[in-house]
């Protein structure tokens, strides 16, 4: 636990999932029925 | 949603917005307009591809201003370094243009000219990554040496090669105390203009990094010196996408406004950073750009039949300004929980700036 | 002394603020009164037919548009303008269908004294993603004035939000020095 909090690998990992998992929410509440 | 009459779309106001935040903060701290990642991004929201290159530029030129204004109050501008570039950027752009359109003509292809602008942003990426990864052991083993660690520390060489070419004149930078001579500058203008004017890439990426490995800058002032940069070559840019008709005012409008406050916060969020800190984030949107680049290129290679590779592309695309802004964010909020001495990730202390 | 600087802040964010406000005001104005429009749709790039590509978006090749020529002043509906380049374009007009499209044949044909439009939309490609590509915005030139106007416009915006933001910061009491690029080891 000690090394995942000290870790900037860890945090890069779990900071990009959640931004993408925000990217998924923004896609379909604003952008899915408007795609080509 | 907005009915853009120009641009002849309906968009959401919400997400033009959020895209100018978003990008205002993340060009605000690296010193980049944020165009490869604002151009997919628009054409997702509807605008059509013209449309949203000259909307992007036109919107960079204002949020330069912002960030560049507050980045004087910073001291992280060097004006001759920044003038004494400005010409030779404008002459590579141009040059890079007619490269681009001359080799177009003899048949280069579009899937030569990606692989060649993935390959300087993947090559840019390992540098930058490499020479920051190695700065911030340094700056561990000089505090736990007991050393008063400044704002920089760069490992590169790079630059004392480069300064010590005697080419008359010399110019001398007061802010960024580089003794250089004024060929070094303008040849680092040119050539990053040609790679943006060629490769279609955008010239903050490129020239933040050639200003601190090859001019000898500190990160701060390359990112401020650049955003100067940008509102020239950046209203100039403008200029010929509103001629080519490519430009929708309210669409800029809407990211000026989201930009006002985005590029407000990544330019202050400088002043609690490092300059290493700077240079991952840089490195970051380096390597997130090109896995966007490559999602897309992937999915248009695959003949456009795969549904999820256009979800995973767009997804990409909106969630790497989404996670180098809360990266930002997050430097600052340790920075702050740091000075006032509570718990932070070991990897913050050699990142954050102590008073 | 810092009560001063506060106080000197809030002028300062007052006075760029009405000023950033009055300037977005401006811009909405000229968008509200057609000028901003007009002087992108200025005037035409090639030779062909000035037409409106909103009255003809839903055409198909099972129900074409067919679009009446003739030297209407305003674009009213399914018409089209006869234009040779260096004209300026008719009021509504948002696009041109130029002569070489026509000769192509493939997504706009002659006939007699009208224009039959069958396929309004093409699907491009840019930076990776699909977009809808119609006439709009084809075949036209700008106003160079209205260039120099929105680029003098974007800088005037900036730079009265990126001061109005130096004030509201002195304003708070928030405290930003020049940054000590060369102190300690470096």
């Known amino acids: 636990m000690n090394w995942f909090l000290n870790s900037m690998l860890a945090y890069w990992v779990v900071l990009l999932l959640f931004s993408l998992g925000a990217a998924a929410v923004i896609y379909f509440i604003w952008l899915k029925d408007s795609l080509i | 949603?907005?009915?853009?009459?120009?641009?002849?779309?309906?968009?959401?106001?919400?997400?033009?917005?959020?895209?100018?935040?978003?990008?205002?903060?993340?060009?605000?701290?690296?010193?980049?307009?944020?165009?490869?990642?604002?151009?997919?991004?628009?054409?997702?929201?509807?605008?059509?591809?013209?449309?949203?290159?000259?909307?992007?530029?036109?919107?960079?030129?204002?949020?330069?201003?912002?960030?560049?204004?507050?980045?004087?109050?910073?001291?992280?501008?060097?004006?001759?370094?920044?003038?004494?570039?400005?010409?030779?950027?404008?002459?590579?752009?141009?040059?890079?243009?007619r490269l681009l359109n001359y080799t177009k003509a003899l048949g280069l292809s579009g899937i030569a000219l990606l692989t060649g602008s993935v390959g300087i942003m993947i090559g840019l990426f390992l540098y930058t990554q490499i020479e920051t990864h190695k700065a911030q052991k340094k700056i561990n083993e000089l505090t736990k040496a007991g050393k008063t660690v400044g704002r920089e520390l760069s490992v590169s060489t790079l630059p004392l090669f480069f300064q010590s070419i005697a080419l008359r004149p010399i110019v001398r930078c007061h802010t960024a105390r580089i003794v250089i001579s004024?060929?070094?500058?303008?040849?680092?203008?040119?050539?990053?203009?040609?790679?943006?004017?060629?490769?279609?890439?955008?010239?903050?990426?490129?020239?933040?990094?050639a200003l601190v490995y090859i001019a000898g800058a500190t990160t701060h002032i390359a990112v401020g010196t650049d955003l100067l940069e940008i509102v020239v070559s950046g209203g100039y840019g403008a200029l010929r996408q509103y001629m080519s008709g490519n430009v929708d005012m309210i669409a800029v409008w809407f990211m000026i406004i989201g930009a006002m406050f985005g590029a407000q916060f990544g330019s202050i969020a400088t002043s609690f950073v490092r300059g290493p800190a700077i240079r991952y984030i840089l490195s970051y949107s380096l390597v997130l750009a090109t896995t966007g680049a490559f999602l897309r290129l992937f999915y248009m290679l695959t003949g456009q039949q795969y549904q999820f590779l256009n979800f995973f592309a767009i997804v990409f695309t909106l969630g790497e300004m989404i996670f180098l802004c809360l990266f930002i964010m997050t430097l600052v909020i340790f920075s702050v929980r740091h000075r006032h001495g509570k718990w932070v990730p070991g990897w913050i202390p050699s990142l954050v700036a102590t008073p | 002394m810092a009560e001063a600087s506060k106080t000197r802040g809030a002028i300062k964010f007052i006075v760029w603020a009405v000023i950033g406000v009055a300037l977005s005001g401006y811009l909405w104005v000229e968008y509200f009164n057609g000028t901003l429009v007009s002087w992108y749709y200025y005037k035409t790039a090639s030779d062909g037919?000035?037409?409106?590509?909103?009255?003809?978006?839903?055409?198909?090749?099972?129900?074409?548009?067919?679009?009446?020529?003739?030297?209407?002043?305003?674009?009213?509906?399914?018409?089209?303008?006869?234009?040779?380049?260096?004209?300026?374009?008719?009021?509504n007009t948002n696009g041109i269908i130029d002569k070489k499209t026509v000769q192509e044949?493939?997504?706009?044909?002659?006939?007699?004294?009208?224009?039959?439009?069958?396929?309004?939309?093409?699907?491009?490609?840019?930076?990776?993603?699909?977009?809808?590509?119609?006439?709009?915005?084809?075949?036209?030139?700008?106003?160079?004035?209205?260039?120099?106007?929105?680029?003098?416009?974007?800088?005037?915006?900036?730079?009265?939000?990126?001061?109005?933001?130096?004030?509201?910061?002195?304003?708070?009491?928030?405290?930003?020095?020049?940054?000590?690029?060369?102190?300690?080891?470096?």
């Open chain 2, 182 to 209: 004024m060929w070094v500058i303008v040849i680092i203008g040119i050539a990053t203009g040609v790679l943006a004017g060629f490769f279609g890439v955008g010239g903050g990426f490129i020239r933040v990094p």
């Open chain 3, 49 to 91: 037919w000035a037409i409106n590509a909103h009255t003809f978006a839903n055409a198909s090749k099972d129900k074409p548009a067919i679009l009446e020529i003739g030297n209407f002043k305003k674009i009213e509906g399914l018409q089209a303008v006869p234009v040779k380049k260096g004209d300026r374009l008719p009021t």
């Open chain 2, 1 to 97: 949603m907005f009915e853009f009459a120009i641009a002849g779309i309906s968009a959401p106001i919400f997400l033009l917005v959020l895209t100018g935040m978003t990008v205002g903060m993340v060009g605000g701290f690296i010193g980049v307009g944020g165009g490869y990642m604002v151009t997919p991004a628009l054409i997702v929201f509807g605008f059509p591809g013209y449309m949203a290159s000259g909307i992007d530029v036109m919107h960079i030129a204002g949020k330069s201003v912002v960030a560049t204004i507050r980045h004087r109050q910073l001291g992280n501008i060097d004006w001759i370094l920044g003038l004494t570039m400005v010409g030779g950027t404008m002459m590579g752009v141009e040059m890079g243009v």
């Open chain 3, 105 to 186: 044949g493939k997504r706009v044909t002659l006939e007699g004294n009208t224009l039959k439009v069958t396929v309004p939309t093409q699907i491009k490609e840019a930076k990776g993603f699909k977009f809808r590509d119609t006439f709009m915005h084809k075949g036209i030139e700008t106003n160079p004035w209205g260039g120099a106007w929105s680029v003098a416009f974007i800088l005037a915006l900036g730079f009265s939000l990126g001061l109005m933001a130096e004030g509201f910061t002195d304003m708070c009491g928030l405290k930003l020095e020049k940054i000590k690029h060369y102190e300690g080891v470096h």
